[in-house]
């Protein structure tokens, strides 16, 4: 997994938004985030920077300050809400998304609520070991997108 810039983020891969939502999570964010196991993961903003979101699993995510979300929102904690269905707390939006196979699918109106759309390119970032990020632009994106050697995810052909 390279570091784009001495002393910067880890970064996994890209992976495509597909027509139907579906965005492949490559595997070795998987493992490392222990995400096969999950099933059913937390989908939470990200940065101003960077926009887009990160997944992360609940048993993760509570020990840290989203904690405060799934306290906030218990149906989002036992995901009794759809999938896809945006809660808010203050202005951020957090719902869930089912893992299956590798890949989530995201509903194209919940997508839009993360700045994210059908076929954008995500860099997929290590992130602070509680969730995975996918990034949609900012700095790390623009710097990504000077390393052709950064493997691309989609379901596409």
């Known amino acids: ?21 579906r965005i492949v999570i490559p595997p070795e964010a998987l493992a490392e985030y222990r995400l096969h196991k999950a ?8 940065s ?9 699993a609940v048993e993760m995510l509570e020990k840290s300050p989203l904690g405060s979300v799934l306290s906030a929102h ?21 719902c869930w998304v089912p893992l299956q196979n590798g890949l989530v ?7 839009k609520k993360y700045g994210v759309n059908i076929g954008d390119r995500l860099l997929v970032i290590r992130g602070s070991g509680l969730a995975l990020g996918f990034a949609v632009r900012g700095p790390i994106v623009a710097e990504a997108e000077k390393h052709p050697e950064l493997a691309i995810f989609s379901l596409r052909r």
């Open 1 to 21: 997994m390279p570091q784009l810039v001495k002393g910067g983020k880890h970064v996994f891969a890209w992976t495509l938004v597909g027509d139907d939502g």
């Open 39 to 46: 099933g059913k993961l937390i989908m939470a903003p990200g």
């Open 48 to 56: 101003r920077t960077s926009g887009g979101f990160s997944l992360g």
């Open 74 to 94: 218990p149906k989002l904690r036992q995901f009794q809400l759809p999938a896809g269905e945006i809660v808010l707390l203050g202005n951020k939006p957090y």
């Open 105 to 111: 699918v995201v509903p194209p109106q919940t997508m």
